[in-house]
């Protein structure tokens, strides 16, 4: 008897739980045909820190991220982002974009930041010519010469001062290629402007003048038509350079006339007389008589 129950309730719990699994299976077969499978994501590498200009990345300052729909031009390879240096500051979890990181090679560094096709040309400065300081990196400068030229024609204006180029990026205050979102100022000696290779000849040139840099709104990207200003022009109501004299006209000078040439003057003709001559030998006195000679022209006289 106790045998044939335990059979009964083995037979009822086999049932019951055969029954329970096909049951789960159905629910959940009909909660999967209402849900519409998950969308695939992309794999993006993001910045793991924040990563200054100049920076090599290495990959403990990298991550991934799941992208349903990743932003354009993210990088999602490992191998192009490691060992390369930062060209633009990238904060932690920005993807890495190859606007800013530096050229494959490349490596870190100030020069890593230095676009391709432009040049980093160095210029010596003072509080006055650095702007007391305000000239670092980020900032826009507009570059001033000042000198005597050579003159031209007889024109000497005296000293010129002309805007050299304008909108020009500071890429370093001295050895500090760091942009400082305070805008703090730094005294240094040296400025790194970004130029291309023909601006560079151009400040080379104009180091050898005077230079003044000029602070100007790094939104501000206007170039401005200038005419110059001329020392010789402060004081006439004006700085800008006078306008370029006419040369003078050829003048003609009259000549007086030449005095007429004095007259030959007239030797008179030899008497045809004969000459006589008192000739004295010692107490005694005798005249001597000499025929003349022949008479002579004045031009046989001038030519003896």
Avoid: C, W
Wanted: glycine letters at 8%; charged letters at 20%; proline letters at 11%.
């Amino acid at each position: 008897m106790k045998k044939r129950l335990l059979s009964v309730l083995a037979f009822a719990l086999a049932v019951s739980a055969g029954a329970a699994f096909v049951l789960y299976q159905l629910i959940a077969s009909k909660v999967k045909a209402g849900v519409a499978p998950a969308p695939p994501t992309t794999k993006v590498f993001v910045a793991a820190r924040d990563l200054e200009l100049g920076a090599l990345i290495q990959e403990k300052d990298i991550r991934t991220e799941e992208y349903l729909s990743p932003p354009a031009g993210a990088i999602t390879k490992k191998e192009d982002v490691v060992g390369r240096g930062v060209a633009n500051p990238v904060h932690e979890d920005t993807p890495f974009f190859e606007a800013s990181l530096a050229p494959r090679g490349a490596g870190a560094g100030f020069a890593s930041t230095i676009p391709k096709g432009m040049r980093a040309f160095a210029v010596h400065v003072n509080e006055v010519v650095g702007v007391a300081g305000f000239a670092v990196a980020g900032m826009r400068v507009d570059i001033l010469v000042s000198g005597v030229p050579p003159s031209a024609g007889g024109d000497n204006a005296g000293s010129v001062t002309r805007t050299l180029l304008q909108n020009v990026e500071v890429l370093s205050a001295g050895q500090n290629y760091q942009k400082d979102a305070e805008g703090k100022p730094v005294l240094v000696q040296v400025v790194n402007l970004l130029v291309t290779p023909g601006q560079a000849e151009l400040v080379n040139e104009a180091t050898a003048q005077k230079i003044q840099l000029v602070l100007r709104n790094p939104a501000d990207h206007d170039i401005v038509d200038t005419p110059g200003a001329a020392s010789a022009n402060l004081f006439r109501g004006g700085a800008v350079l006078p306008p370029r004299r006419p040369s003078s006209p050829t003048r003609t000078v009259a000549l007086a006339p030449a005095p007429p040439p004095f007259p030959a003057p007239e030797i008179p003709a030899p008497s045809a007389s004969p000459v006589t001559i008192e000739v004295f030998a010692g107490g005694r006195r005798s005249d001597a008589t000499f025929p003349n000679p022949e008479p002579r022209s004045p031009a046989q006289v001038a030519r003896q």
